[in-house]
């Protein structure tokens, strides 16, 4: 199979541009908190959705063997769970920080990048589909696109 490039550019610029729309409604939140005082439950949560989606994250990369170029599918470890792992992760660190914060701009934040990274995640299964094909479509028909079945 030859080699193609990933679609790193794309993801580098929806990553720079969620994390600089998320810095500035977080900063922002001060003055749009939400009416919710905070609460040990709520810190818990929040740090539990930031520490699981840095944690799978970190596991989606280290099954990937190159960041560059993709060399073949990958299909195991938490991919064999989750077709995107990345964007799962990425997810639910948004998530954790809107819930940390408690901001109105900062959920508004969380609910956008939810769609973009979905539309993000279903352009590039195009792409794994013209690249693997019948492997990529028995793949999907498999496993989910975002939440793991157990």
């Known amino acids: ?18 994390l600089a729309l998320g810095w500035a409604s977080i900063v922002l939140s ?22 699981v989606g840095v944690a799978m994250r970190i596991l989606a990369f280290k099954e990937i063997p190159s960041t560059y ?21 990425f997810v639910l660190m948004i998530v954790g920080v809107a819930v940390l914060s408690r901001g109105v701009l900062a959920f508004i934040w969380a609910f956008a ?21 019948e492997r990529y479509l028995l793949y999907k028909s498999s496993v989910p696109m975002f939440f793991p079945r157990f």
């Open 30 to 51: 001060v003055r749009y908190e939400l009416l919710v005082p905070p609460s040990f439950a709520l810190e818990v949560t929040g740090g539990a959705l930031l520490l």
């Open 1 to 18: 199979m030859r080699k193609t490039p990933a679609p790193r550019s794309r993801q580098l610029v929806i990553g720079i541009a969620l």
């Open 69 to 89: 170029h993709i060399k073949g599918l990958v299909t195991s470890g938490v991919y064999a769970k989750t077709r995107n792992p990345i964007y799962l992760g």
């Open 113 to 133: 990048s939810v769609f973009v990274l979905y539309w993000t995640a279903r352009s590039e299964e195009s792409d794994s589909e013209r690249i693997f094909g």
